[in-house]
């Protein structure tokens, strides 16, 4: 994982509670996700018609792309599964909003906002540390999850270079 301490702009936290998860939208009462590692923008860098995607209440990320869910090697790798689903929801929905949002205001390019909605911006890796599981999110009419790479940790460095290179 790349060391993101320099850059102000760019921000990672560790087990740290979403907070701003719109309830009517697909939350159903469930708590607060809070992945083992989440990492995004700064809401502070960018405009204020695009804070609408806020994650936390203060000194938030906005346009998050990466989540992970990690357990012990005795751990429950289905359960970090459902973590990883549902922190990539939330992070879809929230960026769902922001490039709604964005689309109105009068100056937007529409066009360019319609070819942001269109790609894969948000990933998700779970491990218990014998294997990894990387899954991309996105939303086009409907939520998917779809698995992007499977590998071991043990044999070889490719799982290492998944995690990296996602």
């Not at 301490?5 to 936290?13: A, I, K, L, T, V």
């Not at 590692?37 to 204020?48: A, F, N």
């Not at 689903?85 to 992070?91: E, F, M, S, T, V």
Request: net charge negative.
């Amino acid at each position: 994982m790349r060391d993101y301490r320099h850059d102000r702009n760019y921000g990672r936290y560790n087990s740290r509670a979403i907070t701003e998860i719109p309830t009517q939208d697909f939350n159903y009462g469930l708590s607060n996700a809070e992945p083992d590692v989440l990492e995004g923008l700064k809401t502070r860098v960018l405009p204020e018609h695009l804070h609408d995607n806020a994650l936390h209440k203060k000194d938030s990320l906005s346009f998050c792309h990466f989540a992970a869910e990690f357990k012990r090697t005795d751990g429950n790798l289905h359960q970090a599964r459902l973590q990883a689903a549902y922190d990539g929801a939330i992070l879809v929905n929230a960026r769902e909003r922001a490039l709604e949002r964005a689309r109105a205001n009068p100056s937007a390019d529409i066009a360019a906002l319609d070819k942001a909605a269109n790609e894969v911006a948000v990933s998700t890796c779970v491990t218990d540390g014998k294997v990894v599981e990387v899954y991309a999110h996105y939303y086009d009419g409907e939520y998917h999850q779809d698995m992007v790479g499977c590998e071991s940790l043990l044999d070889s460095n490719r799982g290492r270079e998944l995690i990296r290179n996602t």
